[in-house]
Every structure is written in structure tokens, then in C-alpha cells.
């Protein structure tokens, strides 16, 4: 018999993960003229829509296309982002986000010309 004591010191496993990866699309909304723009009036809400229907009929497996508010990368949107790896993606047009869906979540590499890099950042305040 195991007291609380024990218990608290034995290693803990986490569940398996009930998906492989998640994908965030920034469909944040900012009004019109802001100067910071917004990712939805980028287009991301349709990219997104696009991107679920499509990585179903591509049959990718264990990945759940979610919308995401503000990501904070709105200059360099449309955004999103893949987790586990936190991989950042801009995509402009539906070909960009079938290179997103075959070369990151169906063959495991990059779509290295979609990626935002640790270069695409604001410059710091003030």
C-alpha cells in the first residue's frame, strides 16, 4: 500500500497526447486602420476554413486546425503557429497553406519560404 507521502515522489506520467499536433490560426479582428492590422483582415478566417476542409481530404491524421485570437505577430500576418514544434507560418494563399499541410504535418519538414523566423519580430517599444 502506497501512503500520499510516496506517491507525491513517484514519477508521474503524462496521458498520450490526444493529438500529434495543433495548428493555431490568428483570426484576430482589430477595426479598420488600426495601425497594427489585424490577421483576419489579412484573410486568415478563410485561409483557415481552407486549411481544416483540406487537411481533411488529405486524410491528415491526429492534427486539429484550430482559430486562434491574437497571436501577436499581426504585421506579419496572416499567423499561425504548430505545436509541439512552435513552428510560425505566414501564408497568403491557399497554395501556401497546401505547402504548410504537405511538407509540415504529412512529410514532418518545413515549409521553410512560409516560416516567420526569430527575424520577424516588432522592433521593442520605446
Not at 491524421?61 to 501577436?72: H, M, S, T
Not at 504585421?75 to 509541439?84: K, Q, R, T
Amino acid at each position: 500500500m502506497t501512503d500520499a507521502l510516496t506517491e507525491a515522489h513517484e514519477p508521474q506520467r503524462d496521458p498520450p497526447p490526444y493529438f500529434r499536433a495543433h495548428v493555431f490560426v490568428c483570426c484576430n479582428r482589430r477595426p479598420d486602420g488600426h495601425k497594427r492590422g489585424s490577421c483576419a483582415a489579412r484573410g486568415s478566417e478563410a485561409l483557415r476554413d481552407y486549411m481544416k476542409a483540406r487537411a481533411k481530404e488529405l486524410g491528415v491524421k491526429e492534427v486539429r486546425v484550430n482559430q486562434a485570437g491574437c497571436l501577436d505577430r499581426c504585421e506579419f500576418g496572416p499567423a499561425l503557429v504548430i505545436y509541439p514544434e512552435g513552428v510560425w507560418y505566414s501564408p497568403k494563399t491557399r497554395d501556401d497553406v497546401d505547402a504548410i499541410l504537405q511538407a509540415h504535418l504529412l512529410e514532418g519538414g518545413r515549409a521553410r519560404h512560409l516560416m516567420l523566423s526569430e527575424q520577424d519580430v516588432l522592433p521593442p517599444k520605446g
